[in-house]
């Protein structure tokens, strides 16, 4: 037949297989009828555990459970936090750079951040980074809320 991905023929494996089974119902032969329902009743639970659990271990499953609800967990507090900055600072620097751009139309993208980061060191302490401010203009820019900068 072949080789199959651990290196072992097929046939053999299946041999190795038949050999176990019947040694097994040898030994169960031997045992008394309590020993062997006991047994049975042994296999059944572990066969019914591994159907429920689509072939893993408890603490296998126990942890795939987990996961998927930290994914959802991680989901809801991505959200949380875009929305708590969006009310902290998006709303204020966008106040401050429709202020800036029609005193000065011409101020590209970066001085507008700029100028939004020295009017808000004044005014409310703690500053996004320039990086930040400048997607922010563009994405503001991009949708309208915002006026392009004249040239």
């Known amino acids: ?4 991905r651990e290196g072992q023929d097929p046939l053999s494996v299946d ?19 309590d020993k ?8 059944e639970a572990f066969y019914q555990l591994r159907v429920r659990t689509n072939g893993m271990n408890a603490r ?3 942890q795939l459970k987990t996961e998927k609800g930290a994914s959802a967990a991680g989901r809801k507090s991505g959200e ?7 009310g902290a600072w998006r709303s204020e620097a966008l106040k401050v750079a429709k202020a800036l751009r029609e005193k000065t139309p011409t ?20 500053l996004p980074r320039h990086a930040a401010l400048k997607e922010f203009i563009r994405e503001k820019e991009c949708t309208g ?3 392009k900068r004249t040239k």
């Open 107 to 126: 101020l590209s993208q970066d001085a507008l951040a700029t100028g939004i980061g020295d009017t808000w060191k004044k005014a409310l302490g703690k």
């Open 15 to 33: 041999r190795a297989h038949v050999e176990y089974l019947l040694s097994l119902d040898r030994a169960l032969k031997e045992l008394d009828d």
């Open 60 to 62: 296998a499953a126990k």
């Open 80 to 86: 949380t936090r875009r929305a708590k900055a969006e």
């Open 1 to 4: 037949m072949g080789i199959n």
């Open 36 to 43: 062997l329902h006991l047994l049975q009743d042994y296999a």
């Open 145 to 147: 809320d915002l006026a």
